[in-house]
């Protein structure tokens, strides 16, 4: 770039772009997409028709503070309303914290494999990312206590971890925030939370509640369906509630999605249904991929994380690659530092035995 053309500021430029998962398949298929741990059951139907009945409404600002949302929200969880961020998606919330509490000379601590927009918002902050190695594809306290210093500002952990579906118990995660200092910030990202039926798990809202620097936050676009609709939500300490006000846009949830989210909310029924879904067909795909040959790190998501030999025509590009040919879509991984696995989500009955019978096929054992 020239030095007389506008220049952006240092750490933009080091920004690989986030490449969501791929949607189309070759020629004429029709793709089987299991790219991006969408669930396979869809929206409730009672968000879809509070999402409709809002078409009347288009020419009008939505509630700037997604009060009907953050309420919702505050009677289902037992939560201070006040507390209660929304944003458009997570990622929204994610770049938020980080253009708040993050800026150059500041560091911001991850796990080496989690969440790709940790990397991004620090670097667009102008801070320096610090990615730590980590244990059997799962997080590691103590490595990450021991990364931490006066200039970190934000330490993230998804838990459970997208791609690798790992996830620390709530002990590991008390001891993690015991070890940062009180000027960092712990951010829970618990995206997939609503899918865990763990007893040693606790996605954060208890320790939001007793410390005051942890921040949780969640999405509405995995279980309950409305990705479409990027609708997050944050729960936080007071004064980083008022932070994240002061720095978000004034109308960045729109009426649409707040008006589905508080009907999805609602359709407890749903939510259990693909609970139930998942509860049964992730440790069917689990079993299916290891018969055949294929290692699978356990996973509380609802995705599972492959891993393929480094072997030339058996590893993860080639069976990506015969996937497509059968109309099949998962997710290549190796922005994430996995080059030779492929992330898929857990779809229906349908897809997930399609799946495995065209990887049976590949690994040779059909």
């Known amino acids: 770039m020239s030095n007389t053309a506008p220049q952006p500021q240092p750490g933009i430029l080091d920004i690989s772009p986030y490449v969501p998962g791929e949607s189309e398949a070759p020629g004429n298929l029709k793709p089987i997409k299991l790219s991006s741990n969408e669930t396979p059951l869809g929206p409730s139907p009672k968000a879809i028709a509070a999402y409709k009945a809002e078409a009347d409404r288009l020419d009008r600002y939505p509630d700037g503070g997604a009060t009907a949302l953050r309420h919702a929200l505050a009677r289902h969880y037992g939560l201070n309303p006040e507390r209660i961020v929304c944003g458009c998606g997570s990622d929204e919330l994610i770049n938020l ?6 800026g150059p000379g500041d560091e911001a601590v991850y796990s080496a494999h989690g969440f790709l927009m940790y990397k991004i918002a620090t670097l667009s902050s102008g801070g320096t990312p610090v990615p730590v190695p980590e244990q059997d594809y799962r ?9 931490v210093t006066e200039r970190t500002k934000v330490v993230f952990l998804a838990n459970p971890n997208n791609p690798t579906g790992t996830y620390l118990p709530h ?6 925030h015991k070890g940062l200092p009180g000027h960092t910030l712990l951010v829970l990202d618990a995206a997939y939370s609503e899918y865990v039926r763990r007893n040693d798990y606790e996605a954060g809202l208890e320790l939001v509640a007793t410390t005051e620097n942890t921040v949780m936050t969640r999405t509405f676009s995995k279980i309950y369906g409305l990705a ?14 008022d932070v994240l006000n002061r720095v978000r846009g004034p109308f960045n949830v729109t009426a649409p999605a707040i008006a589905a989210g508080v009907a ?3 359709d407890k029924a ?37 891993h393929f030999p480094a072997t030339k025509g058996k590893d993860a590009v080639s069976a990506d690659e015969h996937l497509k040919a059968r ?13 030779n696995c492929l992330r898929m989500t857990i779809g229906t009955e349908d897809d997930n035995r399609r799946v495995v019978a065209a990887l049976a096929d590949f690994m040779g054992r059909s």
């Open 171 to 176: 002990d590991e995660v008390r001891r993690l």
């Open 264 to 266: 999805a909310l609602a």
């Open 327 to 339: 109309g099949i879509i998962l997710r290549r991984v190796a922005a994430y530092g996995l080059p």
């Open 270 to 306: 749903h939510i259990e249904t693909a609970v139930a879904h998942n509860e049964k067909w992730l440790p069917w795909v689990t079993a299916e991929f290891e018969k055949i040959g294929i290692k699978v790190t356990p996973s509380i998501g609802n995705f599972v994380l492959m």
């Open 228 to 241: 479409a609709l990027r609708l997050g939500w944050a729960y936080c300490p007071a004064p980083v509630a």
């Open 139 to 147: 997080a590691d306290v103590d490595a990450m206590l021991a990364r």
């Open 97 to 102: 914290i980080t253009h708040a509490y993050v």
